[in-house]
Each structure stands twice: as structure tokens, then as C-alpha cells.
């Protein structure tokens, strides 16, 4: 994952110290520190525990990196806007109504790809061949054309994906990124790694 968009909060051992980082996007791209909840042990995080996280300090456009079963879970606060661009993409993804069951819960198998529109929760794993997607939320950015709303972009070989993981048709990624089991225990409140609906 590009440096320049996220700080990884795996790199500063956030489960010991309480404490995570992350992204900023949009504008700038300062990366800005964020306090956040994390409530497993090391041990229960090692063994694959779920993991709970507070996001009521997670700014919209920004994107929270947070660590479960050893893999990069990416949270992400959507905009109206972006939420409306959304259906922009359809036409040119690959499975732009997430048919694939196998890319997600039952209860992310929706347009927005999440129990709440506004959050989207991604494993952040290229389905290709596993690279970390980068995290490129500008519109029309240079280099990925004028036609780019926001999404992900694989270093790699080059897969794209939308704000709600959705992957393009012509690239070598064949699905859409993974949506976690998760669910809401309060209103800001996720844990990852747990099935349920929002409350
Ligand atoms: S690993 Fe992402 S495009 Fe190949």
C-alpha cells in the first residue's frame, strides 16, 4: 500500500500500545493520528480473535487500516457523494452487484457492499495474486484517467477496484475484494471477525 496515503498501523504495534493511525486522504494526504479502541489481548489477536474497533473518530474520506487474522482490514467512512459515484462504475466492473457469495457476507451482498452505506470494510488483499491495494480516493487523478472516482489500485498488475471493493472488468484480479464478517455492538462500534447486522 502506498506510503504516501496510509500509515500502517501494524508497523507501530498498535495493539500494544492502544493506539492506531490513520490516512489521510483527499486534499494533502497528511496522515493524521487517530485514538481508537482495540480491545483483544495480543494473544486473542494472535489466535485470529475477532477484533473490535471504536470508528466514532474516523473522519469521512479517510481510511482506517486495522489488523485481523494477520491480514490488513481496511475501514473506510463513504461520503454521499461517494456513495452516488458508485453507480457511475457499474457498467465497467466486473460483478458490480457482488453475485459472487463468495466475496462476502450475505449482509454486505448489496449495492454498497456494507451493512451501514456509509462504512465500507474491506480485507485489504488483492484477489489477483495478494498484493496490498493502494488506496487512491482522488477524482480523475492523473494517472489513473479522468474516469477515476475513487477506489484502489494494485501496484502489482495493475487491478482496480471501486469504494466498495468492486473490481474492474480487463484487469487480472478476478473478484471483487473480500468484505469481513463483521457487525455493529453500537453505533460506532465494529467488530471484525464476528457475523451480524448493524443494531
Ligand atoms: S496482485 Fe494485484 S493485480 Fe496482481
Redo the contacts with the bound molecule.
Sequence with gaps: MSTDNVVDTKRRRFLVNATSVVAAVGAGFVAVPFLSSWMPSERAKNAGAPVEVDISKLEVGRLLVVEWQSKPVWIIKRSDKTLADLAKNDENLSDPNSENIDQQPAYAQNHDRSIKPEVIILVGI?T????S?SFRPEIGPADLGADWLGGFF?P????RFDLAGRVFQG???PTNLVVPPHMYVSDNVIVIGRDGEAV
Design positions: 488483492c489477483h495474486l495478494g498484493c491495494p494494485c502489482c498488475h495493475s487491478s484487469v487480472p484480479a
